[in-house]
């Protein structure tokens, strides 16, 4: 089974701060990689699919990128709205695996 | 607009069974893969079980099977999550959740309903 590791575990910033969080996939999964935001109590949300294109409605300050066993989540300028759980995802039509999540919190 | 709304979750004792519902509009139902992702206290997120479009395929993680079922009502526009024999370690909020058709990510989630199994 492939497994999906994230890191950091968790990341401290501030607003207006440039924030990247990594995900390695165990073995290549080419480019079948999507990443979520989830807040406590609320649906987690689609951020970016196929590795680096975001999804509809997402702000422009994020952006995904990588292929193979390395993809990074970037956000440009953090904004308090940022505040959240983020998980990336490998999707095969079989079964969906998530890393283990890296929480951003305010410094 | 999607939506995608939980229900069935509780307080339930080990051993017993629960089943949860998810009823879903604003979509073509019957054109989605759909599937449920939970995540317990203080753990990240965990895919459970996935159902084809036609109900005719099931895929489950290991530590449910033999004891969830997921099943689809496409005339009533809702998916369910059979649970049986449950344990103190399916405790958790349990997602809804819809599959892009054309590339197979998870696109649409629910608000999740709280499962908790406990004496």
């Known amino acids: 089974d492939i497994q999906m590791t994230q890191s950091p575990s968790t990341l401290s910033a501030s607003v207006g701060d440039r924030v990247t969080i990594t995900c390695r996939a165990s073995q290549s999964i080419s480019h079948w990689l999507a990443w979520y935001q989830h807040k406590a109590g609320k649906a987690p949300t689609l951020l970016v699919y196929?590795?680096?294109y975001l999804e509809g409605g997402v702000p422009s300050r994020f952006s995904g990128s990588g292929s193979g066993t390395e993809f990074t989540l970037t956000i440009t300028s953090l904004q308090p709205d940022d505040f959240a759980t983020y998980y990336c995802?490998?999707?095969?039509?079989?079964?969906?695996?998530f890393g283990q999540g890296t929480k951003v919190e305010i410094k | 607009q999607v939506q995608l709304v939980e229900s069935g979750g509780g307080v339930i004792q080990p051993g017993r069974s629960l089943r949860l519902s998810c009823a879903a509009s604003g979509f073509t139902f019957s054109s989605h893969v759909m599937q449920w992702v939970r995540q317990a206290p203080g753990k990240g997120l965990e895919w459970v079980t996935v159902i084809s479009s036609d109900g005719s395929k099931k895929e489950y993680v290991d530590s449910v099977k033999g004891r969830f079922t997921i099943s689809r009502d496409n005339s009533k526009n809702t998916v369910y999550l059979q649970m049986n024999s449950l344990r103190a370690e399916d405790t958790a909020v349990y997602y809804c959740?819809?599959?892009?058709?054309?590339?197979?990510?998870?696109?649409?989630w629910g608000q999740g309903t709280q499962v908790t199994v406990s004496p």
């Open positions: 995802q490998h999707y095969n039509r079989h079964s969906w695996t």
């Open positions: 959740a819809r599959v892009d058709i054309l590339i197979g990510f998870t696109d649409y």
């Open positions: 196929e590795a680096s």
